[in-house]
């Protein structure tokens, strides 16, 4: 394990760089940042201030401030005696490749790690001497409040170098999540991005319009998936018998075109991957009490969404 | 309109009919209820005991009592003198018909609405002498506190069962939402359906395990679409830009195999769709003031998370 990261710095200063540079310092850190980009220092200050009140509501570490903040007018000198050093430029294979091999070259030691979206790290590192140092470490906006960041090493990336980030990144509060294969797209935003897609389809075939298909998450799947995720909610869709019963339930629509995704075989192999996963998230809890947990959180969640989405009252459409 | 509805029927009382039953319970209303699976009531009253203590959270109205629902032996004493019958059997179209058919001649003059997950009722109701009272009235899991329902109407509907239905859903607490095609799937659940599929794939192919997915729902793009749905959640991507912004910045990604499922072109004109519906969602509000509300509802969701899933501390994977 390498030495505990002290200072950092962003390369990349714009929502998610910002957003990283916020998280840090709200954990206590010293921030360096570069972005070439006309006026990044005063919108990126503008958006940390912006971001301070919430951040204050979750809790900063002692000595934590928006002044430590440093920004420099050449990238060596901004990630010169940085510990870790996150990426955050436009999703551009080559621009990256050749801000990553810049980066190389000025700090031979410090973790680099890309906020890239889906990009693979494998190529990503292709221009660096020291690629075994580099990872992704995939963000989600607001960076400074969201806790999951993937973590998605490359083939010539070291398990020390994972290792390291997973202590650094949940020393600032956050919850890292190791991807076991290097794929594009990763798991998050491969799971967004499917959603999305429909979602695109819909409004695109006027099926709904934007807020129609808004409400359909906000007031329905949404509400669920911020406790459970996608397998532990059907799991307690099956009544007392789970994931397993509702996969005999429901198995079948999988081959109905209820979405333009075509789904795999649901094989013997995979019921078993599935079900015995829930089971095991399920932790010797019976259906019962996962629904009395889940019941108790969306009665605070739904008077959550109230006070915060008061104009959504009245849903859009035909109303 | 219809007269207001004060007699319900539920036909069918599994996981989804007995949430119906809890909800009509709740807001005041008599329910009759018909199941002909063993240990069918006593079953769906154990469901309604351990809904209960939630729904007062949340609220009940005068006069709401579990003892108010009656079990009977024969769907014709069950659906005789209701207003609305709520057909909650198992998802076969052939067994759904002819129960509605069934219900329709017990009864001439109620709505008769169907929980279906994404039948047409077009063929849903092409064995009843009466398709114009019949409509899909989709609810999410569970019933008696998810607000969403959403309604679809067949070629046969007529359009005041519709607006009954709509007065009668949101007198019972719900956010009724008129899909405007019929479109097998509707909208709530191609959209889960797409995550679905998805999240099946990474399993398939040990991308990631049950709790990994869930855990990247969670604590990433679960947490937002509880507040903001898909759309206007990347309305805040983009930057001071919006979502035109972001679809000029990410549009590139949708050629990308990030997922399995293909996007559609994205032409001007579904640009247009997608950045106006936007901007009409944010009826005024700027980026900035949209960002501290979003920030506001996130402190204290993360909060409400932490309360309710104290095991989830650690993420599971490499950790």
């Known amino acids: 394990m390498a030495k505990p990261v002290e200072r950092t710095a962003v ?14 310092l709200g954990a206590g850190l010293d921030v360096a940042a570069w972005d070439p980009a006309p006026n990044a220092e005063s919108k ?3 958006a940390i201030d912006a971001a ?23 990238l060596e000198d ?8 996150q990426e955050s430029a ?3 294979e080559t621009l990256k490749q050749d801000l990553l091999a810049d980066v190389d070259v000025a700090n031979p030691t410090a973790i680099i790690a890309s906020s890239t979206s889906g990009l693979l790290p494998t190529l990503l590192s292709t221009k660096m001497s020291r690629p075994e140092r580099m990872l992704v470490g ?16 490359g083939e010539r990336t070291a398990s020390e170098t994972i290792d390291s980030a997973t202590a650094f990144y949940k020393s600032v509060g956050m919850r890292p999540l190791p991807v076991r294969k290097e794929i594009v797209g990763f798991i998050a935003d491969r799971l967004m991005e499917a959603l999305w897609r429909e979602a695109l389809w819909l409004v695109n075939d006027d099926v709904a319009t934007t807020e129609e298909v808004d409400a359909a998450v906000v007031y329905g799947c949404g509400l669920r998936w911020s406790l459970m995720g996608t397998f532990l909610t059907f799991h307690l869709a099956g009544g007392e ?3 397993r019963h509702m996969l005999h339930q429901f198995g079948p629509a999988l081959k109905l075109p209820w979405t333009r995704l075509v789904a795999p075989e649901l094989t013997d192999e995979l019921i078993d991957k599935v079900a015995d996963g829930c089971e095991k998230q399920a932790a010797g809890r019976s259906i019962r009490e996962l629904e009395a947990r889940r019941d108790g959180f969306l009665v605070e969640l739904l008077a959550l969404v109230q006070k915060y989405w008061p104009e959504a009252e009245g849903l859009p459409g035909r109303l």
Chains 1, 2 share one sequence.
């Open 90 to 92: 436009p999703e551009r």
């Open 241 to 243: 018998g789970g994931m």
């Open 138 to 153: 995939h963000p989600f906006n607001p960076v400074y409040l969201l806790p999951l960041v993937e973590l998605v090493g």
């Open 78 to 85: 901004c990630v010169a005696g940085a510990d870790l050093v």
């Open 52 to 74: 301070w009140p919430a951040m204050s509501r979750r809790g900063l570490a002692s000595g934590a401030s928006p002044s430590r903040l440093i920004f420099h007018a050449r």
């Open 11 to 24: 390369v990349g200063a714009g929502v998610i760089g910002s957003g990283w540079a916020a998280r840090f």
């Open 44 to 46: 990126a200050r503008a």
